[in-house]
């Protein structure tokens, strides 16, 4: 038989994601590279050279060439007036080592973004790059990776150490990078590069779905609960706010199912019967820990969800059918409400969570 309890208080934790983006085209101003080179007394013929170049050597060509002019401290106006004079200043090794490289580039400057190549456009989803020069690069990281970045990079410009973190699209999606930092010259101004590593061509599907049910797994189950709670929260003042809850559900005998090798089997036909027999509006998933979770929403009241509820201890209360048996499933279900026992996405799923705990701890007693 199936046992729930309702969600009680635990503590917030973090959201987890697998989105990727689309490559993103971007203009690149038209420069009379021979004529301000000339002026800068830049080489081009000798920066043009230096993939060929021992990396001392070319070390030596650009070294104390300043990547922007400015003996002001800059400011987003100063640094997107100035995006053609910093691809000058580092001469044809922008557009042929930066621009067209598939790993995304970023070159920091005081914190701030002075430039940003396309592939590192198309991970933040930035359509224009003058939109980001100037802008501080810390407001693309994940708050809780801040403190990663900035105690490490010390290591990261000296060690070569590699660190991953969690950078924040502009469009609220998350990607994953592992970055490498360089120093780069420069005499007013704490300047380095960040390199990532080589982006993922996104597919659609890949890495959101369970192998086994064709089900949406827990991270994009967690996106979900995410733009369900925003889309009430943020609903017109006129408009009606309406319920959700997060259930999640573990299978307590699934080492008996291990046993017969019935696992796969017994888990596809749960998914089958859950999405066939619950609202199409609801979300069904596959759980990491917890095998499977499902979002409600759209309730007046309790009442209403208390209904969905038993329907959903109905399906894990029938045997499921199969191989001339039947398997009975022994389950503890845990959910959590919205607003009423949690008011955040973060804090729905672990309230469920402990909920799930709780159910199983009463089961045991």
């Known amino acids: ?8 208080n635990f503590d917030v934790g973090n959201l987890a994601y697998l989105e990727q983006v689309d490559d993103v085209s971007m203009p690149i101003p038209e420069i009379d590279a021979i004529k301000e080179a000339a002026a800068r007394g830049i080489d081009l013929s000798a920066l043009e050279a230096l993939d060929e170049m021992p990396a001392v050597q070319a070390r030596k060509i650009t070294e104390g060439v300043p990547l922007i002019v400015n003996q002001n401290a800059p400011d987003a106006d100063s640094l997107k007036n100035e995006w053609g004079a910093f691809s000058l200043a580092m001469g044809d090794a922008v557009p042929k080592i930066f621009e067209l490289s ?8 005081d914190d701030k973004i002075a430039y940003i190549n396309k592939t590192a456009m198309a ?4 359509s224009n790059a003058a939109d980001v020069i100037g802008m501080s690069f810390w407001q693309f990281v994940v708050k809780e990776d801040w403190n990663l970045l900035s105690q490490n990079i010390g ?7 590699i660190v991953s973190a969690r950078l924040r699209t502009v469009k609220e999606r998350i990607y994953k990078i592992s970055l490498q930092a360089m120093y780069l010259d ?9 390199v990532g590593d080589r982006k993922i061509k996104y597919n659609p599907g890949a890495g959101l779905y369970d192998a086994v049910t064709g089900l949406p797994n827990f991270y994009l189950f967690e996106d979900r609960v995410q733009i369900a709670v925003n889309n009430e929260k943020y609903k017109d003042v006129r408009q009606r706010k309406n ?25 596809k036909k749960l998914a089958s019967k859950l999405v066939f ?15 499977f979770w499902i979002l409600l929403n ?14 959903i201890k109905a399906i894990f209360d029938e045997p499921v059918a199969g191989n001339y048996m039947d398997y009975n499933i022994s389950t503890s279900l845990g959910y959590s409400v919205y607003p009423t026992t949690a008011q955040t996405s973060n804090k729905l799923i672990e309230m469920a969570i402990d909920a799930i705990k709780t159910a199983m701890c009463y089961k045991q007693n």
């Not at 038989?1 to 009680?8: L, Y």
């Not at 759209?298 to 329907?311: G, M, Q, R």
């Open 243 to 267: 319920m959700l809850a997060v259930l999640g559900v573990s299978i307590d005998n699934m080492n008996e199912l291990k046993e017969v090798n019935m696992v796969d089997f017994v888990l």
């Open 1 to 8: 038989m199936a046992d729930e309890i309702k969600g009680i």
């Open 155 to 161: 290591a990261m410009l000296t060690d070569g150490m």
């Open 123 to 126: 991970i933040l989803e930035i």
């Open 277 to 291: 027999r619950l609202k199409k509006s609801y979300t069904v998933a596959r759980g990491l820990k917890y095998q």
């Open 298 to 311: 759209d309730f007046n009241n309790e009442h209403d969800l208390k209904v969905e509820i038993e329907k």
């Open 102 to 109: 598939d790993r995304p580039f970023f070159i920091i400057r």
């Open 186 to 194: 420069d005499e007013q101004h704490f300047t380095f590069v960040l």
